[in-house]
């Protein structure tokens, strides 16, 4: 690992180089959290953003894969459309959401919670045939300390792989499953199972729409196995891929405050929700913005 870690390093300027912005902002103000990736905005309303507003907030977010928010007061019909503002909404395969707003996701831990949403690094919802463009997480309740996010940029996880393991990687198909992941997982929200969840076939490296760079696109979440080699090579890959994608050097992590947003980009960014403050309460909504079919 520590042999990995500096070899990491050396690759620092290329890494960095992936977050530099090609102009500067007019109307927001932006501040990295880190070299690789994360940055907090300023200078804006979410409840009404103005057109340019939003131009430099989605330029931003494929910059540095995903931004942060404070002290922002939505509705949740402000939070949905500040959402569509980006194009159509997701509706989530599994979880609950608020009554008649099925496209409002209730995200929420407790002292009766089995489990918190995201404990695991993952890109939501990767098995379905087009995963979301990316996830607006808008905190309003939030324990003093703990429950914290990390983000990890997979276009730096990608850069920092070796050009041969990238030649190899390049054509390569794996199948992301939801079975395992939503089958009884919000039975105690009296959420009912569905007869299947989403199962889906993607390039173990995809191209980002937009920015047009690479990132690696498997997540230990939702991603079962790489079609067309043996089980066994499978595993192994998938096993270092999932190590490699969380190195600490691609990551940043945000504490949250209450009435923070979260505005990630699904097509090249994992994350992983910290549930460290149990028996304190955790409650918001996640808008999800559709997708197209990773290339």
Known sequence: MLA??????????RIRHLVE???????????PLTPVIGA????????????????????????HCVVFFRDQHMTPAQHLNFGRHFGPLHLHPAAPHEPGMPELMIITADKDSPRANGEGWHS?????DEPPLGSILYIKECPAQGGDTLFANMFAAYEALSDRMKTYLDGLVAVHDGELNYRGTYANFGVQDKPAYPRAAHPVIRTHPVSGKKALFVNRGFTRGI??????????????????AANP??????????NSVAFWDNRSAQ????????????????????GDRPR
């Open 4 to 13: 990995n870690s500096l070899e990491l390093r050396k690759k620092g300027p």
């Open 40 to 63: 907090e905005i300023s200078g804006v309303d979410l409840a009404a953003p103005t057109p340019l507003q939003l131009e430099e907030i989605e330029r931003a977010l494929v910059t």
């Open 21 to 31: 912005a090609a102009e500067p902002y007019r109307t927001i103000t932006v501040e």
């Open 124 to 128: 939501d919802v990767s098995c379905d």
């Open 249 to 258: 050097l691609f990551q940043c992590r945000f504490r949250w405050q209450p």
């Open 227 to 244: 079609q067309g080699i043996p089980v066994d090579e499978s595993d192994a890959i998938l096993a270092y891929l999932f190590e490699h």
């Open 271 to 290: 994350h992983r929700a910290m549930w460290d403050y149990w028996p304190q309460r955790r409650y918001g909504n996640r808008v999800t913005v559709k």
